[in-house]
Protein backbone atom coordinates (compact mmCIF):
# COMPACT_ATOMS: atom_id res chain seq x y z
CA UNK A 1 0.00 0.00 0.00
CA UNK A 2 1.59 3.30 -1.31
CA UNK A 3 -1.01 5.70 -0.24
CA UNK A 4 -0.32 6.32 3.16
CA UNK A 5 -1.68 8.75 5.96
CA UNK A 6 0.46 11.42 3.94
CA UNK A 7 -1.49 11.79 1.21
CA UNK A 8 -5.01 11.89 2.62
CA UNK A 9 -3.32 15.05 5.02
CA UNK A 10 -1.63 16.53 1.96
CA UNK A 11 -4.85 16.23 0.51
CA UNK A 12 -7.02 17.37 3.14
CA UNK A 13 -4.18 20.49 3.51
CA UNK A 14 -4.82 21.35 -0.36
CA UNK A 15 -8.60 21.06 0.14
CA UNK A 16 -8.18 23.54 3.21
CA UNK A 17 -6.20 26.17 1.62
CA UNK A 18 -8.37 25.88 -1.49
CA UNK A 19 -11.21 27.00 0.74
CA UNK A 20 -9.61 29.19 2.90
CA UNK A 21 -8.46 31.68 -0.52
CA UNK A 22 -12.17 31.22 -1.33
CA UNK A 23 -13.24 33.13 1.78
CA UNK A 24 -10.74 35.40 1.39
CA UNK A 25 -10.78 36.87 -2.10
CA UNK A 26 -14.62 36.16 -3.04
CA UNK A 27 -17.10 38.96 -2.72
CA UNK A 28 -20.35 36.81 -3.02
CA UNK A 29 -21.91 35.69 0.78
CA UNK A 30 -23.05 32.62 -0.61
CA UNK A 31 -19.89 31.55 -2.27
CA UNK A 32 -17.76 32.10 0.69
CA UNK A 33 -20.35 30.15 2.70
CA UNK A 34 -19.73 27.06 -0.12
CA UNK A 35 -16.02 27.94 0.59
CA UNK A 36 -16.45 27.54 4.63
CA UNK A 37 -18.51 24.06 4.17
CA UNK A 38 -15.50 23.32 1.49
CA UNK A 39 -12.94 23.89 5.15
CA UNK A 40 -15.27 22.14 6.90
CA UNK A 41 -15.15 19.06 4.83
CA UNK A 42 -11.11 19.29 4.40
CA UNK A 43 -10.98 18.73 8.29
CA UNK A 44 -13.17 15.72 8.18
CA UNK A 45 -10.82 14.11 5.70
CA UNK A 46 -8.03 14.73 7.72
CA UNK A 47 -10.15 12.83 10.80
CA UNK A 48 -11.29 9.80 8.86
CA UNK A 49 -7.80 9.27 7.30
CA UNK A 50 -5.76 9.64 11.20
CA UNK A 51 -9.14 7.24 12.41
CA UNK A 52 -8.40 4.67 9.88
CA UNK A 53 -4.64 4.42 10.24
CA UNK A 54 -4.31 4.44 13.68
CA UNK A 55 -7.34 1.90 13.52
CA UNK A 56 -9.78 3.70 16.41
CA UNK A 57 -13.12 5.15 15.79
CA UNK A 58 -13.23 8.24 17.90
CA UNK A 59 -11.93 9.99 14.37
CA UNK A 60 -15.50 8.72 12.81
CA UNK A 61 -17.18 9.36 15.67
CA UNK A 62 -16.36 12.66 15.45
CA UNK A 63 -16.95 13.32 12.11
CA UNK A 64 -20.22 11.91 12.59
CA UNK A 65 -20.89 14.97 15.15
CA UNK A 66 -19.52 17.54 12.53
CA UNK A 67 -21.66 16.46 9.93
CA UNK A 68 -24.59 17.05 12.63
CA UNK A 69 -23.27 20.74 13.36
CA UNK A 70 -22.35 21.29 10.05
CA UNK A 71 -26.12 20.92 8.91
CA UNK A 72 -27.12 22.86 11.63
CA UNK A 73 -24.83 25.82 10.72
CA UNK A 74 -25.59 25.38 7.00
CA UNK A 75 -29.39 26.19 7.95
CA UNK A 76 -29.00 28.79 10.54
CA UNK A 77 -26.66 30.72 8.02
CA UNK A 78 -28.06 30.41 4.83
CA UNK A 79 -31.36 31.92 6.71
CA UNK A 80 -29.36 35.02 8.21
CA UNK A 81 -27.98 35.46 4.49
CA UNK A 82 -31.87 35.44 3.45
CA UNK A 83 -32.89 38.15 6.45
CA UNK A 84 -29.64 40.71 5.64
CA UNK A 85 -30.86 40.33 1.95
CA UNK A 86 -34.73 41.41 2.83
CA UNK A 87 -33.24 44.19 4.88
CA UNK A 88 -30.44 45.39 2.72
CA UNK A 89 -31.02 44.11 -1.10
CA UNK A 90 -27.52 42.82 -0.99
CA UNK A 91 -25.36 39.79 -0.44
CA UNK A 92 -22.38 41.78 -1.72
CA UNK A 93 -19.12 41.92 0.62
CA UNK A 94 -18.36 45.04 -0.52
CA UNK A 95 -21.57 46.84 0.20
CA UNK A 96 -22.21 45.39 3.26
CA UNK A 97 -19.86 47.98 5.12
CA UNK A 98 -22.36 49.26 8.24
CA UNK A 99 -19.59 48.66 10.38
CA UNK A 100 -16.78 50.51 8.69
CA UNK A 101 -14.85 53.23 10.57
CA UNK B 1 -2.63 -1.10 -6.42
CA UNK B 2 -5.89 -0.58 -8.03
CA UNK B 3 -7.16 1.80 -4.85
CA UNK B 4 -3.77 4.07 -5.20
CA UNK B 5 -5.63 4.75 -8.57
CA UNK B 6 -8.73 5.43 -7.21
CA UNK B 7 -7.40 7.59 -4.77
CA UNK B 8 -5.10 9.73 -6.89
CA UNK B 9 -8.67 9.65 -9.48
CA UNK B 10 -11.04 11.33 -6.70
CA UNK B 11 -8.20 13.26 -5.08
CA UNK B 12 -7.98 15.02 -8.27
CA UNK B 13 -11.79 15.19 -8.84
CA UNK B 14 -11.77 16.39 -5.12
CA UNK B 15 -9.50 19.04 -5.44
CA UNK B 16 -10.25 20.20 -9.38
CA UNK B 17 -13.97 21.26 -8.31
CA UNK B 18 -13.03 22.69 -5.36
CA UNK B 19 -10.51 24.97 -7.20
CA UNK B 20 -13.77 25.29 -9.86
CA UNK B 21 -16.00 26.63 -6.58
CA UNK B 22 -13.64 29.19 -6.03
CA UNK B 23 -12.87 30.07 -9.39
CA UNK B 24 -16.18 30.11 -11.39
CA UNK B 25 -18.30 33.36 -11.72
CA UNK B 26 -21.67 31.25 -11.70
CA UNK B 27 -22.80 30.59 -8.28
CA UNK B 28 -24.88 27.67 -9.86
CA UNK B 29 -21.85 26.61 -10.81
CA UNK B 30 -20.09 27.16 -8.21
CA UNK B 31 -22.83 24.97 -5.98
CA UNK B 32 -22.65 21.98 -8.78
CA UNK B 33 -18.70 21.93 -8.11
CA UNK B 34 -19.02 21.84 -4.57
CA UNK B 35 -21.37 19.19 -5.17
CA UNK B 36 -18.74 17.07 -7.33
CA UNK B 37 -16.08 17.73 -4.85
CA UNK B 38 -18.28 16.34 -1.82
CA UNK B 39 -19.15 13.45 -3.92
CA UNK B 40 -15.28 12.90 -4.47
CA UNK B 41 -14.73 13.23 -0.42
CA UNK B 42 -17.72 10.62 0.11
CA UNK B 43 -15.57 8.38 -2.51
CA UNK B 44 -12.39 9.15 -0.48
CA UNK B 45 -14.37 8.11 2.91
CA UNK B 46 -15.16 4.76 1.19
CA UNK B 47 -11.28 4.11 0.21
CA UNK B 48 -10.83 4.58 4.11
CA UNK B 49 -13.51 2.04 5.04
CA UNK B 50 -15.50 4.32 6.04
CA UNK B 51 -19.01 3.60 4.68
CA UNK B 52 -21.55 4.87 6.47
CA UNK B 53 -19.57 8.55 6.72
CA UNK B 54 -19.45 8.28 2.51
CA UNK B 55 -23.53 7.83 3.04
CA UNK B 56 -24.37 10.55 5.14
CA UNK B 57 -21.64 12.65 3.24
CA UNK B 58 -23.67 12.53 0.29
CA UNK B 59 -27.37 12.29 2.25
CA UNK B 60 -26.68 15.23 4.20
CA UNK B 61 -24.06 17.22 2.38
CA UNK B 62 -24.58 16.75 -1.04
CA UNK B 63 -28.56 15.86 -0.58
CA UNK B 64 -29.32 18.45 1.56
CA UNK B 65 -26.70 21.53 1.86
CA UNK B 66 -26.19 21.35 -1.81
CA UNK B 67 -29.58 21.54 -2.28
CA UNK B 68 -30.16 24.29 -0.05
CA UNK B 69 -27.65 26.38 -1.71
CA UNK B 70 -29.57 26.10 -4.77
CA UNK B 71 -32.42 27.39 -3.53
CA UNK B 72 -31.20 30.05 -2.04
CA UNK B 73 -29.38 30.96 -4.99
CA UNK B 74 -32.87 30.99 -6.41
CA UNK B 75 -34.27 32.72 -4.04
CA UNK B 76 -32.12 35.77 -4.06
CA UNK B 77 -30.97 36.04 -7.62
CA UNK B 78 -27.71 37.55 -7.06
CA UNK B 79 -26.08 39.05 -9.91
CA UNK B 80 -22.56 37.93 -10.73
CA UNK B 81 -21.42 40.89 -11.98
CA UNK B 82 -18.55 43.65 -12.42
CA UNK B 83 -16.70 43.58 -8.77
CA UNK B 84 -13.75 46.02 -7.89
CA UNK B 85 -9.98 44.75 -8.59
CA UNK B 86 -8.69 43.97 -5.14
CA UNK B 87 -7.04 46.13 -2.76
CA UNK B 88 -3.55 46.15 -2.01
CA UNK B 89 -4.27 45.07 1.94
CA UNK B 90 -5.89 41.99 0.12
CA UNK B 91 -3.26 40.63 -1.78
CA UNK B 92 -0.90 41.27 0.98
CA UNK B 93 -2.77 39.48 3.42
CA UNK B 94 -3.26 36.56 0.73
CA UNK B 95 0.22 36.64 0.09
CA UNK B 96 0.74 36.30 3.74
CA UNK B 97 -1.70 33.28 4.20
CA UNK B 98 0.06 31.53 1.76
CA UNK B 99 3.19 31.91 3.00
CA UNK B 100 2.42 30.38 6.38
CA UNK B 101 0.35 27.75 5.07
CA UNK B 102 2.97 26.66 2.68
CA UNK B 103 5.85 27.39 5.48
CA UNK B 104 3.30 24.83 7.37
CA UNK B 105 3.17 22.28 5.04
CA UNK B 106 7.36 22.56 4.21
CA UNK B 107 7.94 21.80 7.94
CA UNK B 108 5.50 18.94 7.86
CA UNK B 109 7.16 17.42 5.29
CA UNK B 110 10.61 18.18 6.33
CA UNK B 111 9.83 15.79 9.70
CA UNK B 112 9.46 13.38 7.41
CA UNK B 113 5.87 10.62 7.57
CA UNK B 114 3.75 10.25 10.52
CA UNK B 115 4.22 7.09 12.43
CA UNK B 116 0.69 5.66 12.76
CA UNK B 117 0.71 3.52 15.87
CA UNK B 118 0.01 -0.43 13.64
CA UNK B 119 1.57 -0.26 10.80
CA UNK B 120 -0.40 -0.67 8.08
CA UNK B 121 1.51 -2.52 5.68
CA UNK B 122 2.42 -5.94 8.12
CA UNK B 123 -0.92 -6.11 10.03
CA UNK B 124 -4.27 -7.73 9.16
CA UNK B 125 -6.14 -4.86 8.23
CA UNK B 126 -9.28 -4.63 10.32
CA UNK B 127 -11.70 -1.88 8.79
CA UNK B 128 -12.69 -0.35 12.23
CA UNK B 129 -15.02 2.13 10.56
CA UNK B 130 -17.12 -0.10 8.94
CA UNK B 131 -19.32 -1.46 10.91
CA UNK B 132 -22.37 0.04 12.44
CA UNK B 133 -22.08 -2.11 15.23
CA UNK B 134 -19.12 0.02 16.16
CA UNK B 135 -20.95 3.49 15.78
CA UNK B 136 -23.35 2.35 17.76
CA UNK B 137 -21.51 1.04 20.60
CA UNK B 138 -19.41 4.21 20.73
CA UNK B 139 -22.49 6.49 20.55
CA UNK B 140 -24.99 5.12 22.36
CA UNK B 141 -21.61 4.57 25.52
CA UNK B 142 -18.53 7.07 25.07
CA UNK B 143 -20.63 10.07 23.65
CA UNK B 144 -23.56 9.70 24.85
CA UNK B 145 -23.54 13.09 26.21
CA UNK B 146 -22.74 14.34 22.66
CA UNK B 147 -25.59 13.19 21.26
CA UNK B 148 -27.69 14.27 23.22
CA UNK B 149 -26.19 17.77 23.22
CA UNK B 150 -26.22 17.62 19.21
CA UNK B 151 -29.79 16.54 19.13
CA UNK B 152 -30.72 19.61 21.32
CA UNK B 153 -28.52 21.82 18.73
CA UNK B 154 -30.48 20.72 16.10
CA UNK B 155 -33.48 21.46 18.30
CA UNK B 156 -32.22 25.38 18.62
CA UNK B 157 -31.11 25.49 14.75
CA UNK B 158 -34.39 24.82 13.70
CA UNK B 159 -36.38 27.26 16.02
CA UNK B 160 -33.16 29.69 15.23
CA UNK B 161 -34.72 29.34 11.31
CA UNK B 162 -38.04 29.67 12.00
CA UNK B 163 -37.32 32.73 13.74
CA UNK B 164 -34.99 34.43 11.89
CA UNK B 165 -37.37 33.70 8.66
CA UNK B 166 -40.27 35.08 10.14
CA UNK B 167 -41.17 38.83 9.94
CA UNK B 168 -42.07 40.76 12.98
CA UNK B 169 -44.79 43.29 12.47
CA UNK B 170 -43.37 45.83 15.24
CA UNK B 171 -40.29 46.14 14.78
CA UNK B 172 -39.30 48.81 13.14
CA UNK B 173 -36.30 49.30 10.43
CA UNK B 174 -33.32 49.64 11.43
CA UNK B 175 -31.15 50.80 8.40
Sequence with gaps: ?101 | MSSDILFYLFAVLTTGSALAVVLNKNTVASALSLLISLVGVAALFVLLDAFLLAALMVFVYAGAVVALFLFIVMLLDTYGGDRKPFKKATIVASAFALALLVLGLMTFTRRGSLETSVSAATTEVVPVGASLRAYGEQLFTTYLLPVQIVGFLLLIAMLGVIVLSKKFEGLEDVK
Design chain 1, 1 to 101: MTVGINEYLYLSAALFVIGFFGVLLRKNTLVIYMCLELMLVASTVALVAFSHFNRTMDGNVFVFFILTVAAAEVAVGLAIIVALFRRRQTIQVEELNALKN
